[in-house]
């Protein structure tokens, strides 16, 4: 099914937040970012960096904030390893507050330094870290957020202004040397982490959590599972007890339902666009702790349950959510092939609808390799992160629909001859909007990128 852009944006809501595209839909996404014609709608080829950390388009600057093994500023021990999702929070006096992931397993070279109610299991190499910079963007504290966990992979921001990080996991106590089970999600104050603690939500389920997204009018919480193998990831919502009730409301628990489309047992047998099931189901999740079976496997009833493979991004926008599945392979056991989907559910009319399907022969094909995270840009384009092989980059998105390199990774982290570069994630803007921070998998690496964004 062929759709325009301007199509495409009015089914998932962007051309009220500003973003316009006309044109073939084929024409977004097509090709690499050096084979398009930037100019006026990119900010111009990369400039490589002479101290091989971040090449930029001429008129930008980067400063290093964070750097894997560093000391933190808080004399806790050194920055950990692994930065991953991350998100941006305006505090008192200007200050902006950053609450980043480390996505750190029992081998991570450097952990999360273990502090006293902050920690979940002092087993768990994971957690969080919490950066301050004042008004003008300097960095005036550094500290741990959370610790104890396992593999924080992504996760996303609340209406009130806190963070709930995501363990991608489900390992048992006793499992790689841990004293506590894994596999919850955790509310993070980046302002004052101790306020927080460090208490996992377990009515919100225990599997391997990639992000989240709240409902910001009815303080629903939908949750996705990144399974990469079978049997795949569902996509869940929780009804809390007290809906958007501010930090620690949360844990006063609620109801975790998995998503059902009737006569569709895997989400990657859908591949037309625009493809809309109007009265989807919620089931109630018969164990969310996962006690004796994990939850995907667990007994859902005669009509079973609705899977998909590599579950990950979760965002609302407008008045839906939408979660991505980054692919799909047959070989791995799904239904059919993909390089990646975008659904979009309509809570206001129970609806669901197939927005965007990636590849080759589709109306989209995406840059580089892997997109992952993603965030709106301050000229009301995409920022796009790489999570692939090869060079990786912050692609951009126009608002006419031009694609460009934003940054490239220029730290090689494997060998002259076979050279290797970490991912990027975590990206995110301040709240002004003239600040880009972006994370460097490996080595964990946080920036913060300024220069002419364009209006």
């Given at each position: ?74 004399g ?17 006096h ?70 709930l ?148 991004g979760?965002?609302?926008?407008g ?28 809570p ?28 709106l ?9 790489e ?15 031009e ?21 990027f ?21 946080t ?9």
């Amino acid at each position: 099914m062929s759709a325009t852009r301007r199509q495409l944006l009015a089914r998932t809501g962007a051309v009220g937040a500003g973003i316009v595209f006309g044109g073939a839909l084929a024409e977004l996404f097509a090709g690499t970012a050096a084979a398009q014609p930037l100019g006026r709608t990119g900010y111009g080829p990369l400039v490589p960096d002479p101290n091989g950390l971040l090449d930029l388009p001429k008129g930008f600057r980067y400063r290093v904030l964070s750097r894997e093994g560093d000391p933190l500023r808080s004399g806790e021990g050194p920055v950990p390893s692994h930065h991953d999702g991350m998100a941006a929070f305006a505090g008192r006096h200007g200050r902006v507050h950053l609450v980043r992931n480390h996505e750190n397993r029992v081998d991570a070279r450097v952990p999360v330094p273990v502090i006293d109610g902050l920690t979940y299991d002092p087993a768990g190499k994971g957690g969080c870290t919490a950066l301050a910079l004042d008004a003008r963007g300097e960095v005036v504290s550094e500290r741990v957020a959370l610790a104890g966990t396992a593999v924080n992979c992504a996760g996303g921001p609340t209406p009130w202004g806190t963070w709930l990080s995501c363990e991608e996991t489900e390992d048992r106590a006793g499992t790689n040397g841990y004293t506590k089970d894994h596999g919850f999600v955790f509310e993070v104050d980046g302002a004052d982490p101790h306020r927080s603690g460090a208490v996992p939500l377990t009515a919100m389920g225990r599997f391997q959590h990639e992000a989240i997204a709240v409902d910001p009018r009815r303080g629903v919480v939908y949750e996705t599972e990144d399974a990469f193998l079978k049997p795949f990831g569902l996509f869940y919502r929780f009804l809390p007890e007290k809906p958007l009730g501010g930090l620690g409301s949360l844990r006063a628990g609620g109801r975790l339902q998995a998503l059902r489309v009737p006569d569709v047992p895997d989400l990657s047998s859908i591949q037309e666009t625009g493809t809309t099931f109007d009265r989807v189901e919620w089931v109630d999740v018969p164990d969310p702790l996962a006690q004796g079976t994990p939850v995907r496997l667990q007994d859902f009833g005669p009509r079973g349950i609705t899977h998909a493979q590599k579950l990950e991004g979760c965002y609302w926008g407008g008045r839906s959510v939408y979660f991505v599945s980054s692919f799909a392979r047959g070989a791995d056991g799904s239904a059919a092939d993909h390089f990646g989907q975008i659904w979009r559910y309509d809570p206001d009319h129970h609806r669901l609808t197939l927005v965007v399907v990636f590849g080759p022969d589709t109306d989209v094909r995406l840059p580089g390799e892997s997109p992952d995270n993603i965030c709106l840009a301050p000229s009301g384009g995409l920022m796009v992160c790489e999570d692939g092989n090869g060079a990786q980059h912050v692609f951009g998105v126009t608002r006419h629909g031009e694609v460009y390199a934003m940054a490239r990774n220029a730290q090689n982290i494997g060998t002259a001859e076979q050279p290797e570069w970490g991912e990027f994630a975590g990206v995110t803007f301040s709240p002004d909007g003239r600040t880009m921070f972006v994370n460097c998998y490996t080595p964990g690496t946080t920036f913060a990128v300024t220069g002419p964004w364009h209006g």
